[in-house]
């Protein structure tokens, strides 16, 4: 049974930095796309950030772009997400995804397995 589990998340200042991990159990993941999705309270949820198997592709929702930078190391089987230049609008719960499939996608429904989320709280 595939587990994801986040860890990393917390109450930060505008501006400040924080680095969200995944550690995946069940099986071995290098073949497959990992991700991080996000939902603020009364919003739908949003794709931030994805990453190949291999890690040598990763793509970006363009409000994140620049700030933030997805990893993962396979020999650990974790996925990290550093978040720099932190705004209030990145306040939300942050979600590790994997996908049986090599290539990320953009949409929610292309992961069939999620964490149980890690709040991110930015303040002004």
């Known amino acids: 049974q595939v587990r994801l589990v986040e860890s990393g998340g917390g109450l930060v200042q505008a501006g400040g930095s924080l680095r969200l991990s995944c550690a995946a159990s069940?099986?071995?993941?290098?073949?497959?796309?990992m991700g991080w999705f996000r939902q603020a309270s009364g919003k739908e949820r949003e794709f931030v950030a994805a990453?190949?198997?291999?890690?040598?592709?990763?793509d970006y929702a363009d409000s994140v772009k620049g700030r933030f930078t997805i990893s993962r190391d396979n020999a650990k089987n974790t996925v990290y997400l550093e978040m720099n230049s932190l705004k209030p609008e990145d306040t939300a719960v942050y979600y590790c995804?994997?996908?049986?499939?090599?290539?990320?996608?953009?949409?929610?429904?292309?992961?069939?397995?999620w964490g149980q989320g890690t709040q991110v709280t930015v303040s002004s």
């Open positions: 990453v190949t198997g291999s890690g040598g592709i990763t």
């Open positions: 995804v994997l996908a049986y499939r090599v290539i990320p996608s953009r949409i929610a429904s292309a992961y069939g397995y």
């Open positions: 069940g099986r071995t993941f290098s073949e497959y796309a």
